[in-house]
């Protein structure tokens, strides 16, 4: 046999060196998000985790996969999501996440509900939970938290097709779960006509499997763990949904995803318009979906309820404070976050403010 050339021995070597969060990006293996400013602390996915231990006497930890290692500064983390985990996770660890207040998330594609490790207090003051079941079963509250969802779902439609004054009526009239998602079923399909034609793709559908579709659903993935972050750090229960009734996963994710899937299908759309030369290659449309993504999340956007410039992924923690504030009866409405214009008018009484508040577009500070 003859022996390995000195580029092959010198990338192995490589391999086994840990490389850091800002040297880890990989479409397959690891995905960050981490906004521009200096003090912003980083997301992290990770799958086919196989071990994590302590650097020797320093606060660094190094976390190995399938495919090489990484070293972590928890101070830099915000909050930890393994995928397909096989590998030894120790109480040494679980103790510095909980130290540091960092939630973890172990998740396989065959289990349905993932491992939560969530560093929480005790005691409460405000017992989120029995408020959140309540409203749940009362039959008219629960219709109404549906709708405002899903009307700031239609208000993103219009980009795409139109919705009629009476179909918002219609929708407003509504007071059953069962006929806010029949509606919803009938635009979703005209809305999915629109967007899958508008690509090029007159016989795709929202359901068949496709490189489109697989991009879509990781990008749904992506908003589901930010999302469930807040969730849990706000003591919610996250299978305790509106929309999505079912307890037997975590529909209030779903719920609190449905006004802002917009970033995930601009995201895909333009992904698959750039690679259209290379449209039938999963991986790199599910990784240009992603990149496109995080570039959105991170750019600043004016709320016109609260009256403040955040960035983008702020609007995600907003909509858990606004669903606080209204179990809590901080405000007598769903006052949803979302991006739009300045208006004049008196204020809303939201019952929140959007955490990571910028001035004037400028970026400020980091959630």
């Known amino acids: 046999m003859e022996p390995s050339s000195p580029n092959a021995n010198q990338k192995k070597s490589e391999e086994t060196i840990p490389r850091t969060l800002e040297e880890a990006q990989h479409e397959d293996f690891i995905w960050t998000w981490k906004s521009t400013s200096r003090n912003s602390k980083v997301s992290l996915w990770l799958p086919y985790f196989q071990g994590v231990k302590k650097k020797y006497r320093t606060k660094f930890w190094i976390i190995e996969y399938n495919g090489g290692s990484l070293i972590l500064e928890l101070d830099k983390i915000d909050f930890i999501m393994f995928y397909g985990a096989t590998g030894e996770l120790p109480l040494e660890f679980l103790d510095a996440l909980a130290s540091k207040k960092i939630p973890c998330m172990i998740h396989r594609r065959n289990i349905p509900s993932p491992y939560i490790f969530y560093p929480a207090p005790l005691s409460d003051d405000v017992d989120i939970l029995t408020r959140q079941i ?7 509250k629960k219709a109404y938290v549906a709708k405002t969802l899903i009307r700031h779902r239609f208000d993103k439609f219009q980009s795409h097709i139109a919705i009629s004054r009476s179909t918002y009526r219609t929708l407003a009239s509504y007071n059953s779960v069962k006929e806010v998602r029949q509606l919803e079923a009938c635009e979703s399909f005209r809305y999915w006509q ?3 034609e508008q690509l090029g793709l007159e ?3 929202r359901r068949a499997e496709s490189p489109i579709t697989t991009a879509l659903d990781a990008g749904s993935k992506f908003l589901y763990g930010i999302l469930l972050r807040w969730i849990l750090f706000h003591k919610f229960s996250p299978q305790h949904g509106y929309l999505h009734e079912p307890a037997s996963y975590p529909s209030l994710v779903y719920d609190l995803m449905e006004p802002y899937r917009y970033i995930i299908e601009e995201a895909a759309s333009q992904a698959w318009l750039k ?3 290379d449209t039938m290659n999963e991986k790199r449309l599910v990784a240009a979906t992603l990149a496109i993504m995080k570039e959105k999340l991170d750019e600043t956007v004016y709320v016109p309820a ?4 955040v960035r983008r992924k702020n609007l995600l923690h907003g909509i858990v404070l606004a669903l606080r504030a209204y179990l ?10 979302v991006e739009g214009e300045k208006k004049g008018g008196r204020p809303i009484k939201t019952g929140y403010k959007l955490p990571g508040e910028t001035h004037a577009g400028k970026r400020k500070g980091a959630i």
């Open 328 to 337: 809590l009866n901080e405000s007598l409405r769903l006052v949803i976050p």
């Open 134 to 140: 309540l409203v749940r079963e009362h039959s008219q």
């Open 203 to 205: 016989e795709e559908t």
């Open 306 to 309: 609260t009256r403040q410039y």
């Open 275 to 277: 690679q259209k030369e």
């Open 194 to 196: 629109a967007w899958f």
